[in-house]
């Protein structure tokens, strides 16, 4: 029963390959009919090859028959000597797509689709593949195994499949199992000629490239459902017939195998232990969809239509932009029209440019076709305007630059495809960019867009043809542009700007989704909210002053919140909480390897911790514990010696990754730096000290998600934030991430705002704008120009209060940052709007640096007395949400509501009841009195003198008990707390262990 049952679903798949996949009908049968025509020793399907030799180039046979002696046996045995030979040597990829030259005769293995044209000899050759497909395939030459199917390419295996059915009682984990155990992967056919395996069963596939025994790893190949792993229901069918009704078939699978499998080697080593250690890369399957889907839409559609793929971390995405700009470099219409003249690829990924050549020189073996801009603005000019280079690598930083190079570039199709979608590619330098590659050209406004503009009158004046053509270049998308932004946490503005519009919905989605949620099932990244823990600060303070000064109470709370948070006593505690936790749970992780990220708030909280976790690891003695800092610029922290990240580390900031990256450290403070692309799979726990909201808190944590093969889990130590914040950030891009249209209303709600300052003036602006847009007769008068025309309304600026200059910034800031995304979005041409933008720009960067508000500082009023950080959760975080929302801009926006000023006794009085709810005199008494006792106890003190800390533990802990059920009396509320709270008794009993400890071995006897 159970091998009828197997033989059944071999024979459904090869059937179907027969009638609808483009196989041939006449190759499929059993074993023993199969043996004649394939040779196990070399690992080929001789019969198969050269029909397909005779087929397509009998010409070239006949040469190499002659070239052999004219004994078409010997040219036969000796050209399948040097294929193989060839094909060891080279591997099973480059000969299939280049072929063999056997005594200067090229011979093809296989020919790829025409991209374009309908050569006629092209199209036979193309259809002169012979793809078979073989059950139970013989693979060993020294015993009776077979492998359930074989797919030959021109005699060539490219791929096996183990089946299994679940009827019978196995299922995929069976298949892989025979993989891992039962194929070697010495034997010729599986470890040197196939390219892949999968295992399959009717609903789950799993594939891999390379069989390495036990540890062979096989990757998910499933469509994913419901946003998550595996497969949906097919009403016709197995769940799992894609694989053979659209992968397999003919012209997909040639496909893939032609321009999507690549092989990476390492750069370094010797030419052997290169091949050896040579990765063989087979698209996942969303990769391979959505590079389809992309190519299929640009065809379609042409050029100025942009698509947002939202993949996460952990989905392949320097591969799938690899693909992507190599299909669309090559992209022709139905027409036979080439859709693009050049793609631009924009990216911080340094791997990504010797990725592309790599690949693409597989591809193709053509040089030249990628040309990376690694010198200036000039360079990207003459790659933009020639026709060398097909794909051009460049940085988002460059393209301001390019505006002056390119004044007589002509206007073609560009396919900019942009990594990690960046934010700053939503705003002002999109329209440079747009600008730059002609999509801004005069020829582009007609003369009716130019009348209703308003903007062009009879004899064209320079600022206003100036005026006209920046508005077009923002208030409408251009035919010759198309993005391709790839994000794993598309923003709001993102949405808006690359993803489409679903009429059903309203909102902006992605044209392509592979979620974070589908990642983490099918463990392509670590679910990072897997194990989190967050503690909550209870303290006190009293006023030190006689007088009682009145504060806002806005300011006075961020000044206390400050003060608290840099507190020594503070950090002393969050220090030992870091390094001890570090020591007993995450120092043994991935095999003693694992490290650790500290996340603060600021650079001076970066520097204090940096020298707090120091003095301790000190004072404890671990010497096998080190740790780096990373922040940006200097600190002055009251010594006389500016601190930065170099002088603390010891060494140039410019290797602190490096460094991080090898044994000697495992602990990493960071503000700011390494919180997003930091990819380092040995990081698995991380402490956060900071408050992360949304996006930030999503990217922030994300740095755990990397894995490793030896990684189980991660772990997050949160000071600041609350599980439901971070849940509520990481809904948002767990599943499918959309975004409602903006309102443009909010261009004039947000320049409206800035009028409650009477600091700008309509007939200022007007008179500034020949300057602001470049008229002037030279560069020199321009400049003078400009900063006469900003000077008063820079002067009223400086007029204005403290935190009204504060407040005027912010405002300045937000309309210029809102005209430039919402005028690209909005069908409008605003004149008056535009004028006022031209003009808040320039004066936003004249007052970016003035009107500093000084913090206010309360540390000499104020003084700590009362301090406790406590576990409030600890577990697993759920997200369940499907679909997060996004906006562009956030509700509301307005000026925030100037409170009263009240008395610091009352505000410090406030604060106690919100941060001190749980703490009494008692508390802190109570604890002294026990501590005291403890350290006046001769057996404990015995104890300590003459045993490590560890063996301490045992009578400390007994002791501990003992007191607390002794003084139950005291405080009946601690005594209850401390037995009923598992997590509050174990690390009161920590922290009174290592304090008992220290002050006993010293000999101390007063309270350090």
Not at 267 to 280: C, V
Not at 306 to 331: D, E, F
Not at 849 to 864: I, Q
Request: proline share 3%; with cysteine.
């Amino acid at each position: 029963m159970s091998s009828v049952d197997e033989e059944k679903f071999e024979r459904e798949i090869a059937d179907q390959l027969v009638k609808v996949g483009g196989y041939e009908v006449c190759k499929i049968g059993i074993a023993k009919e199969r043996r004649k025509d394939f040779d196990a020793e070399v690992g080929l399907d001789m019969t198969e090859l050269f029909l397909f030799i005779e087929e397509t180039q009998a010409d070239a046979w006949e040469q190499l028959v002659k070239a052999h002696g004219g004994d078409e046996e010997v040219a036969y045995e000796k050209f399948t000597r040097r294929l193989v030979q060839q094909l060891d040597e080279r591997g099973t990829v480059d000969v299939l797509r280049h072929g063999v030259r056997d005594q200067n005769v090229e011979v093809r293995l296989s020919y790829r689709r025409p991209a374009f044209g309908v050569a006629p000899e092209l199209v036979a050759h193309y259809e002169a593949n012979r793809l078979t497909v073989t059950r139970q395939l013989p693979f060993d030459p020294d015993s009776n195994k077979t492998v359930d199917l074989c797919l030959f390419f021109n005699g060539i295996p490219v791929a096996t499949a183990e089946l299994k059915n679940p009827l019978t009682g196995q299922d995929i984990k069976h298949a892989l199992g025979q993989y891992r155990s039962d194929r070697d992967p010495r034997n010729v056919t599986l470890g040197r000629r196939a390219i892949v395996h999968f295992a399959v069963d009717p609903d789950s596939v799993m594939m891999t490239t390379k069989l390495a025994g036990k540890v062979t790893r096989f990757l998910p190949f499933n469509l994913g459902h419901e946003l998550g792993a595996g497969n949906p229901p097919n009403p016709h069918g197995h769940k799992t017939s894609y694989l053979w009704e659209r992968v397999w078939a003919k012209d997909p699978w040639i496909d893939i195998l032609h321009r999507f499998v690549h092989v990476e080697r390492p750069d370094k080593g010797s030419a052997a232990a290169r091949r050896a250690a040579a990765e063989t890369i087979f698209p996942r399957y969303h990769q391979w969809d959505a590079v389809l889907k992309i190519e299929a839409d640009a065809a379609a559609n042409g050029a100025g239509h942009s698509c947002l793929i939202q993949h996460s971390a952990g989905s392949g995405k320097s591969n799938t932009i690899a693909w992507t700009a190599h299909r669309l470099s090559t992209l022709h219409d139905a027409e036979d029209r080439k859709v693009f003249d050049k793609v631009v690829v924009i990216t911080d990924r340094v791997i990504l440019d010797r990725q592309l050549q790599d690949t693409i020189h597989q591809f193709e073996h053509a040089r030249g076709v990628v040309e990376k801009i690694d010198e200036d603005s000039k360079q990207l000019a003459e790659a933009l305007a020639g026709e060398r280079a097909r794909i051009i690598i460049t940085t988002l930083q460059k393209f301001p630059f390019v505006l002056d190079k390119v004044g007589e570039l002509r206007a073609r199709n560009y396919a900019i495809v942009v990594d990690e979608a960046h934010s700053s590619q939503t705003g002002e330098t999109a329209k440079e960019l747009r600008l730059a590659l002609g999509a801004g050209e005069e020829q582009e406004l007609t003369a009716a867009e130019a009348e209703d503009s308003g903007l062009l009158a009879a004899a064209i004046d320079p600022v206003e043809e100036a005026l006209a053509q920046s508005v077009a270049a923002r208030s409408r998308r251009h035919s010759n542009l198309s993005y391709f932004a790839f994000t794993a946490t598309p923003k709001g503005r993102t949405l808006e700007m690359f993803g489409r519009l679903n009429p059903d919905t309203g909102k902006h989605e992605p044209f392509h989704l592979y979620s974070m949620r589908q990642a983490i099932e099918e463990e392509f990244i670590m679910d990072v909210l897997a194990n989190y823990t967050t503690y909550e600060t209870y303290w006190k303070i009293q006023k030190t002053i006689e007088r009682d000064p009145a504060y806002e109470p806005r300011k006075a709370r961020r000044a206390i919140g400050q003060f608290i948070s840099l507190h020594p006593q503070q950090l002393a505690q969050k220090a030992e909480i870091v390094v001890e936790h570090f020591r007993h749970h995450t120092a043994k992780e991935i095999g003693g390897s694992a490290k650790a990220m500290v996340v603060t708030s600021s650079r001076l909280h970066a520097v204090r911790y940096k020298q707090q976790i120091d003095r301790y690891i000190r004072d404890q003695g671990y010497a096998d514990l080190k740790a780096l800092v990373a922040f940006s610029g200097k600190v002055d922290d009251g010594t006389g010696k500016p601190l930065t990240e170099a002088n603390m580390n010891g060494f140039p900031e410019s290797r602190t990754a490096e460094e991080f990256g090898g044994s000697g450290y495992r602990m990493l403070i960071v503000a700011e730096k390494f919180q997003t692309g930091f990819d380092q799979p040995l990081l698995q726990t991380m402490y956060v000290d900071k408050t992360l909201v949304d996006l930030a808190a999503v990217q922030t944590l994300s740095r755990l998600n990397r894995i490793h093969r030896l990684k189980e889990r991660t772990f997050v130590l949160d000071f600041r934030n609350d599980t439901e914040g971070i849940v509520a950030a990481f809904e948002q891009f767990h599943g499918c991430t959309v975004a409602p249209p903006t309102d443009p209303n909010v261009l004039w709600d947000t320049r409206r705002r800035l009028d409650e300052f009477d600091v700008l003036r309509e007939e200022e602006i007007e008179a500034a704008l020949p300057a602001l847009l470049g008229a002037a007769e030279s560069e020199e008068k321009r400049s003078a120009e400009v900063y006469a025309a900003l000077a008063q309304a820079r002067g009223r600026f400086e007029d204005l209060g403290n935190e009204e200059r504060l407040e005027f910034r912010d405002a300045l800031t937000r309309f210029v940052r809102t005209y430039s995304f919402v005028a690209q979005i909005a069908a409008f041409t605003d004149e008056e709007l535009e004028r006022d933008y031209v003009f808040c720009r320039a004066l936003s960067l004249y007052v970016r640096d003035t009107g500093t508000v000084e913090r206010l500082d309360l540390g000499d009023e104020v003084e700590l007395t009362h301090l406790r950080n406590q576990v409030t959760f600890s577990g697993s975080l759920s997200l369940d949400s499907a679909v997060g929302e996004v906006r562009s801009f956030g509700e509301g926006g307005g000026a925030q509501q100037e409170l009263e000023p009240e008395h610091l006794s009352s505000i410090v009085e406030v604060l106690n009841e919100r941060f001190g709810t749980t703490l009494t005199e008692v508390d802190k008494l109570l604890f002294d009195q026990f501590e005291e006792g403890w350290v006046a106890d001769e057996e404990l003190s015995d104890q300590a003198r003459n045993n490590s800390l560890d063996n301490f533990r045992f009578a400390f802990e007994r002791k501990f008990l003992q007191t607390i059920v002794a003084q139950a009396g005291a405080n009946e509320e601690i005594y209850k707390r401390i037995l009923d709270d598992e997590d509050f008794q174990e690390t009161l009993a920590e922290f009174y262990l290592r304090k008992v400890y220290k002050r006993l071995r010293e000999g101390r006897s007063a309270p350090s």
